[in-house]
């Protein structure tokens, strides 16, 4: 089984509709993060959680909510989606306990489309 | 100016040959380097960490300078399997976390 999985895989909504990503984990790691890739444009993090009851905005967090249900779970939430969220959402994981740098593991990711 | 920035390419490379990737950042105060490995439409994998002291895994080299603030990342014997989007990322923790990605390079082995 994946240790990072997302559901849904992909999705097609429409504009104004409320949208949730969900992300959960096996691998025990207290950091996750959510991040949106669009073409030709490198990851950009949208929001950051280092434990339970930590939440943090990254570079554009503007349109999106997440929750962190527990420390396997982060969702992010589209409170009303629009046409320019239109993107693959990738969830990630990592842990600082661990020996050496804070590396990332990804899940799969979800295709987003908004009309 | 990004604040990481790779050449987008593409490079394109028969088999066997030894290709090179750079990637610049621009903040002095980025304390952890990796280069992932992304194929189409897939999630982006660690390929490896990059340490000052440079580090090697099989046929892949990955350099840090930090003095001109950029890393490298370097491939021999390219196999047809290396295709795919080579990703730099940065990391700050020091005055508040960041994590960024650069664009990506991509890469095309030719039989």
């Known amino acids: 089984d994946a240790d990072v999985t997302q559901t849904p895989r992909n999705r097609i909504t429409k504009t104004g509709k409320r949208i949730m990503l969900e992300c959960s984990q096996t691998k025990g790691h207290d950091r996750m993060y959510w991040y949106r890739q669009d073409p030709g444009l490198g990851l950009r993090l949208i929001y950051y959680s280092f434990d339970v009851k930590d939440i943090n905005k990254g570079e554009i967090s503007d349109g999106y909510s997440v929750s962190r249900q527990a420390q396997a779970k982060f969702s992010l939430s589209l409170e009303s989606a629009i046409p320019n969220q239109t993107a693959l959402y990738f969830c990630a994981t990592s842990d600082l306990a661990g020996v050496g740098p804070d590396t990332q593991y990804f899940g799969p990711g979800t295709r987003l489309t908004v009309l | 100016r990004k604040e990481v920035e790779q050449d987008p390419g593409p490079f394109n490379v028969p088999e066997g040959a030894t290709v090179a990737f750079n990637c610049t950042y621009s903040?002095?105060?980025?304390?952890?380097f990796f280069w992932y490995r992304q194929d189409c439409r897939k999630e982006p994998k660690l390929l490896m960490s990059?340490?000052?002291s440079g580090n090697e895994d099989g046929r892949f080299t990955a350099q840090l300078n930090r003095a001109s603030q950029y890393i490298s990342l370097l491939i021999r014997d390219s196999k047809l399997s290396d295709s795919a989007t080579y990703l730099c990322?940065?990391?700050?923790?020091?005055?508040?976390?960041?994590?960024?990605f650069g664009a990506g390079t991509r890469l095309f082995v030719k039989a």
């Open positions: 990322v940065v990391n700050m923790e020091t005055g508040g976390f960041k994590t960024i």
């Open positions: 990059v340490y000052s």
């Open positions: 903040n002095s105060a980025s304390q952890s």
